[in-house]
């Protein structure tokens, strides 16, 4: 049957409305003029601007959005204690599977989590955004392809380096990383300020970039936006894709709430359901090329934080108006950037300054809080099983993660720690919480189980284009398409590669 609201044939269908998903709908969008596009999510809407990021709204209002992308499983949660929250689930998160006590924090991926509402894991991150480097980047597209298409993704991320105004406990990070770290670099190339998807406001904390900045003014209307040619269909799952040879026909799509199952025909279908579950879909599909679900890469994650005792205040006071919503990230005042080099470094660092001043019984100094992801070693043997007898919450075939750090990837995480101490010792800092290797999983930044490559030889599932081998219509999006070891946060990555994914699916819509 087809679903009275929604309409039964579209030109592209979009499954999955993070910054992905968002990008490749207003792109195709914005290049054809007559196409119709359905984007839709299995999670509820959470604000009237579809894809706002949470950090933008006041504290009570945010809790309960956030409450609200945790998923169908309580046991799945972070809670209400936040018992999981920060080495495994951040609020707004679920996990792949529920915590077990006994499990192996290196093994298996107990941290893996999933955002579960629409502007997915795009509503809750961290906007950190620079640009791959190096060996991360593509080593089968030419290297000006890809700059263009970072290029449009940063602009349609709205990214600055300039999120922050200068303190001088920003100054004294940025001269301290500098000394320890330039000499890794090639000439031209060192330490900066981060690249940050917001838009800066003078005495304020940065407006926050999410799936609401890409889809601009998609974003703004109800479940019809713009002239009628794009729709949102929240609390709706696609349970299986519909093909029929070298062609994607359309979808199954499930309304969750009352259970009603419909079909939507598409010219086009594009899977951008995060790197766990878009395989999942492919899978459940009867779609399973030898490299779907293999190759799983997270970036093992290194975690620390410093007091800075008789270092300068971090500045928060400059900003007139405090507005703590329960996170520390809204007392940060300065974000600085450790590159990945290859050769050179492995790790790339995040160095967050941060000022308290706000928070009851703690004396106000400079504190520095340090992330550093390691690019893992990629082996086809790191990957998903899916189930053909058990399903998850949702019905859909269970997965278990395979997932095993190897010794380099161990000496990274090793070289990671000694970083941060380096940095502890020369701000003269002292501690909080010692580095610390995360479980597997923390950093969410799951690439591989979908990714590209240059020929169908059985270690890729789509093309340069992000088509999936074998189909003349089908795309898949998100993390899992990157196949190159990586250390960056790879969403600007991803929403690159969707960029392109978009201009080829505009040129099959228009005929080209
Ligand atoms: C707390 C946090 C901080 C982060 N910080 C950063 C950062 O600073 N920088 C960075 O680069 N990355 C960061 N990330 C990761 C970043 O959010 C992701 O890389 C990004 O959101 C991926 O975009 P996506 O569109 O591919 O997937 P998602 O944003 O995960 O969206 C996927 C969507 O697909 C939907 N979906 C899944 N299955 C189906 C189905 N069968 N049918 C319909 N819908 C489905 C989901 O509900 C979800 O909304 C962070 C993530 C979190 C949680």
């Known amino acids: 049957m087809s679903c009275p609201e929604l ?3 579209v030109d592209l269908l979009v499954v999955g409305s993070g910054p992905v998903g968002s ?31 949470l950090g933008n709204l006041p ?3 945010r809790a309960a959005a ?5 998923g169908r499983d309580p046991e799945t949660a972070p809670g209400e204690d936040g018992a999981l929250v920060k080495r495994y689930a951040d609020r707004g998160t679920h996990l792949l599977r529920p915590r077990r006590d006994d499990e192996p924090e290196q093994f298996g991926m107990p941290a893996a989590v999933m955002s579960s509402n629409i502007g997915g894991m795009g509503v809750h991150w961290a906007c950190t955004a620079p640009r791959p480097l190096d060996s991360e980047r593509l080593p089968f597209l030419p290297a000006d392809d890809l700059d263009a298409a970072l290029s449009v993704a940063e602009h349609l991320l709205s990214v600055t380096r300039d999120a922050y105004p200068a303190t001088e406990a920003g100054d004294l990070v940025l001269k301290t990383l500098g000394q320890l770290f330039d000499g890794d670099y090639p000439v031209g190339r060192g330490v900066g300020t981060m690249p940050l998807s917001c838009t800066p406001r003078p005495g304020r904390r940065p407006l926050w970039g999410g799936p609401d900045t890409v889809l601009g003014p998609l974003a703004h209307a109800g479940a019809t936006a713009g002239d009628g040619r794009f729709r949102i269909a929240d609390e709706t799952m696609c349970r299986r894709l519909l093909f029929s040879g070298r062609k994607v026909t359309g979808a199954l799509l499930e309304h969750l709430p009352t259970g009603t199952e419909f079909a939507v025909r598409a010219s086009a279908v594009a899977v951008c359901a995060d790197a766990l579950r878009t395989p999942q879909l492919l899978w459940a599909s009867g779609i399973r090329p030898d490299a779907l679900g293999r190759h799983l890469n997270d970036q093992p994650k290194t975690v620390s934080s410093v007091h800075v ?38 790790n790339h660092g995040q160095v967050m300054t941060i000022d308290t001043s706000p928070l009851e019984g703690v004396d106000p100094a400079l504190f520095v809080g340090m992330v550093w992801y390691g ?12 189930s053909t007898s058990e399903a998850d919450a949702y019905g859909m075939p269970d997965m278990t993660v395979h997932y095993d750090l190897t010794a380099t990837d161990l000496e990274g995480a090793e070289q990671a720690r000694a970083d941060q101490e380096a940095v502890a010792e020369a701000l003269g800092g002292e501690f909080l919480e010692r580095p610390e290797l995360f479980p597997a999983g923390s950093s969410k930044h799951y690439q591989g189980t979908v990714r590209m490559g240059p020929a169908d030889d059985g270690t890729s599932v789509c093309d340069t284009d992000s088509r999936v081998w074998g189909f003349d219509n089908l795309y898949v999006g998100g993390n899992g398409v990157i196949p190159t070891a990586t250390a960056v946060n790879p969403t600007l990555y991803s929403v690159a590669l969707a960029v392109r994914a978009a201009a080829s699916i505009s040129a099959r819509l228009i005929g080209v």
């Not at 956030?66 to 945790?70: E, L």
């Not at 928060?316 to 050179?344: C, K, M, N, S």
């Open 7 to 9: 309409p039964p044939t």
């Open 309 to 346: 005792k008789d270092g300068p205040t971090a500045g928060l006071a400059a900003r007139g108006t405090v507005e703590f919503g329960g996170d520390i990230r809204d007392l940060e005042t300065g974000r600085f950037w450790v590159p990945f080099a290859d050769p050179g470094r492995r």
């Open 59 to 61: 504290a009570p209002e």
């Open 66 to 70: 956030q409450a609200r992308s945790q």
């Open 23 to 53: 990008a490749v709908a207003r792109r195709v969008y914005d290049a054809v003029p007559h196409a119709r596009i359905l984007m839709a999510d299995l999670g509820p809407r959470l604000t009237g601007q579809a894809g706002l990021h």
């Open 375 to 386: 690019a893992k070693e990629i082996r086809a043997e790191d990957r998903i099983e899916f």
